[in-house]
């Protein structure tokens, strides 16, 4: 028996840029959940890439709590379905440490997005999150980033930056960093940026023998290296970077 | 080597460049002095190719090929070096990687193989040997955080590693202080004095061309070549300046 599920509708931020009408028949209860015990390390990926697993659908919502003194990281790189969304909450205990490496890349008409609900529940704990976005045709690129800092959270240290590149007319990338804050002695940084190629520095690679092709792969890869510059395995980190550079030199 | 005949260019439909001819031989180097928005780094942007620099009349040959008919990168593979008077930066790139792709696709372009990364690395440490620059900076990305001196400098090392055929250097020597200024002096000397190369080097001061001794000197005045001359041109201009030079 079919279950009617009820959609999200636009006027909820955290689905506001969304295509909901994606969501039909997705089951939006479905949390993978996450507990990483006191001062232990966990870290995983996720890579939504081109191959014939890959739903025009892509829901994936984590709920992870990170214990006292613990740390998470989480890498991903979104470069395929129509939808693709990747919604994180996060609780933090005290002194435990966030990290989030994030790419979206894409173009046509499709979303990209990432979620994020980073809850600074105990003191001292950090968290840093890094979204880069690089989109054409008329893709979009979202990061809507929330982080809430409860009122003994001191000495919270988070960090939240977000940088859209758009390489053709048409394609838009949305930021909406969220900061809730209701203890006095935190650090809360967050910055988001959107613009395009740099003209002069593609003329400078031409003009010492970089086609415009491999130019702009260039460009985009040192752009998009910031999203994943904290992973120190540099092999796993090389191969997901080379499945969003192979998607955006495909495409163009 | 390069030949510019009656060569017109404006910017956002501003004229700056009015027939402009100038001939460049192989084995030559030509310094190219005149006062401030005389049309100098306009003349090197155009020789590069760069966008929005829109030629309206005249022509440039470069080694027989009709040089404004080709792309930025393609200029480059046919031997033609453009050093910025503002060298850009590029985060996130570092210098080995930009100059080792950069010579790859020239060298590809030129139907030769690529060099090896151990090729490649010990080209690029002799260059920068040569210029003195730390070898440690190539592994920083391109010209970040580097100095206005350093920046020179690096232009010079990639000049080294690409070793062009022409090379035209805008105010190569501004951000120089003395010593490096003679190092970089030595360096195009190193690299480019040759039978078969050819320079032209845009500059305002003479002491850059007491290192690089040219074998001519023109005025470019208004958008055009209004006088041309020996090494001795240039030290009548840093006495007398443009006007009475010009006024003679």
Known sequence: MNSVIELPTRREEAWRYSRVERLQGENLDDWRIIDIAEGESFRDTLLIADGPDTRPTELHRWRVTVGEGARCELFAVLSSAEYARLEIEVTLKQGAHFELGGITVGGRETVREFVTRVVHAEPEATSNQTVRSVHWGHGTGNFLGNIDVVRHAQKTDAAQDFKGLLLEKGASVNAVPQLEIFADDVKCAHGASVGQLDETARFYMGARGLSPDLARRLLVQAFLGDALVAWDDEGARQAMMQVALDKVDKAL | ?248
Do not use: C, W
């Not at chain 2, 035209?168 to 970089?184: F, H, M, N, P, Y």
């Not at chain 2, 001794?213 to 201009?237: F, H, M, N, W, Y």
């Open chain 2, 1 to 248: 080597m390069l030949k510019i005949d009656n060569l017109h260019a404006e910017i956002d439909g501003k004229k700056i460049l009015n027939g402009l001819s100038l001939t460049v031989p192989a084995g030559e180097v030509h310094a190219i002095m005149g006062p401030n928005g005389a049309g100098k780094s306009t003349l090197a942007y155009v020789l590069g190719g760069r966008p929005g620099y829109e030629v309206t009349q005249g022509s440039v040959e470069f080694n027989g090929v009709d040089l404004l008919d080709l792309e930025p990168h393609e200029r480059a593979a046919a031997g033609l070096f453009l050093g910025f008077q503002y060298p850009v930066e590029i985060p996130g790139v570092s210098n080995l990687q930009f100059l080792r792709e950069a010579l790859n696709s020239q060298r590809k372009a030129r139907g030769q193989e690529p060099l090896t990364g151990g090729e490649f690395l010990k080209l690029a440490k002799d260059k920068a040997g040569l210029l003195k620059l730390d070898p440690e900076m190539l592994k920083r990305h391109v010209n970040v955080g580097f100095s206005g001196g350093e920046k020179k400098r690096a232009e010079m090392v990639q000049m080294g590693i690409l070793d062009p055929k022409f090379a035209v250097l805008d105010e190569t020597d501004s951000g120089l202080d003395i010593d490096a200024l003679r190092v970089v002096g030595e360096g195009i000397n190193a690299i480019m004095r040759a039978p078969d190369k050819a320079v032209l080097l845009i500059t305002h001061y003479q002491r850059l061309l007491e290192v690089v001794k040219p074998d001519k000197v023109s005025i470019l005045s208004q958008g055009r070549i209004v006088q041309t001359g020996g090494p001795e041109l240039a030290l009548r201009l840093e006495s007398e300046g443009y006007d009475a030079v010009m006024a003679a």
